[in-house]
Each structure stands twice: as structure tokens, then as C-alpha cells.
């Protein structure tokens, strides 16, 4: 997470009652909601990542990627402990991150979130780190997002996976629901994050 989400808070007087981590990798904002007293479950799919996020967070952690089907999908798990994995083959990553590399494949099991989030009402934010994945994940998620009041979600300028949603699109797809963009933090022009919030 780039954007710093305790200024954040305080600058846009964020009242989040809990949130959906989605990509939530070995838990790194963990201590982060814990101080802000935010509620959260958490999303990851690679099972090394998912069992550090585990011992973090028990039974608030689930081992499934979010999509826009129900089943299993390639995942290409990168060499930085899983952090730059994702279910959409590497380009431009791979030129710009050198030192990151794709060695291994895996399949994981897939999941739509609206047919496995029980109680949506509990949640009022989305934190979404997929790595160019995002808008399938939203495809999938569409009756949630039309719940939810915040939005933090890494954004892409550049193709870094093929076929990843670009920014312009993800703005695109968000105003359906009320959202705008109102902070983003780019990582050398070609992907940071961005917080939305619904108008």
C-alpha cells in the first residue's frame, strides 16, 4: 500500500466500519487497520503468502482469488516472495522489474465475491491489490461495490500485465457506482494507488 490510509482518514474523515482486502499477500497492513480500530477480512490466493497471513489473522483470512467465475485459474507467482504474483501473464513487469521473476505457475481456486461474502454490511471499504486484475475482480463484484463507501485499489498506466485494466478504464467503470478518484500516488508513472470515494 503506497497511499499512507491513517492521512487519509484524517484528511477525507474516512468512517470506515470494516473493510475487504483484497490481494492480501503475508498481511503487511495488518498493524495498520489494528491501529486504526478497522475490522477487516482478507482475500489471498498463493498458499505460501495465505499461511503467513493466517498466523496474522486466523479465520479472517481466505485462501481464494477473487474474479468474475467460480473455479480454478493459472496463477503466475513471482520470485519476490509472491507479492508481484498475479492471474495475468507479466510484460512490461518483467522489463522493469528485472529482478522479479516468473518461475513457477500455479493453479488456484477462483471465486466471485458477491457468491461468497455472506455479510456485506459489515464492510464499507475496499482495499484492492491484484496486480492488474482489479476490474474482474469488480466484474464479479458488482452488488458489493454498490455498497461500499471507499475504494483504495492499484492503478495502472502501462500495460505491466497483459491486459490489465488501465486507470482510465477502472475511473470508468467505478462512476457507474457513484465513485471518484480523489488521491493517487504513482510508482514511476506506470502504476501507484488511488483511493475512490463515492460522491
Avoid at 65 to 83: E, I, P, Q, R, W
Wanted: glycine share 8%.
Amino acid at each position: 500500500m503506497i497511499l499512507d490510509l491513517e492521512k487519509l482518514v484524517d484528511k477525507y474523515n474516512l468512517d470506515i466500519r470494516g473493510l475487504i482486502h483484497i490481494g492480501g499477500h503475508t498481511g503487511g497492513e495488518v498493524p495498520i487497520y489494528e491501529k486504526l480500530g478497522i475490522d477487516a477480512i482478507y482475500f489471498e490466493p498463493v498458499p505460501a503468502s495465505f499461511q503467513q497471513l493466517k498466523e496474522k489473522v486466523g479465520d479472517k483470512a481466505i485462501n481464494c482469488a477473487l474474479g468474475n467465475f467460480n473455479g480454478t485459474a493459472k496463477m503466475y507467482v513471482a520470485s519476490d516472495n509472491g507479492m508481484s504474483s498475479s492471474l495475468m501473464e507479466p510484460l512490461l513487469h518483467k522489463t522493469q522489474y528485472p529482478q522479479i521473476t516468473y518461475d513457477t505457475t500455479i493453479e488456484v481456486d477462483v471465486c466471485r465475491l458477491e457468491d461468497i461474502l455472506t455479510n456485506p454490511q459489515r464492510y464499507n471499504m475496499i482495499n484492492i491489490d491484484v496486480e492488474g486484475y482489479t476490474l474482474e475482480v469488480f466484474k464479479g463484484a458488482e452488488s458489493i461495490i454498490e455498497t461500499m463507501d471507499y475504494i483504495m485499489a492499484e492503478v495502472n498506466n502501462a500495460e505491466l500485465y497483459r491486459g490489465c485494466v488501465l486507470v482510465d478504464e477502472l475511473d470508468t467503470f467505478l462512476s457507474r457506482f457513484g465513485f471518484s478518484r480523489v488521491e493517487v500516488d504513482w510508482v514511476g508513472k506506470t502504476w501507484g494507488d488511488a483511493l475512490y470515494i463515492k460522491k
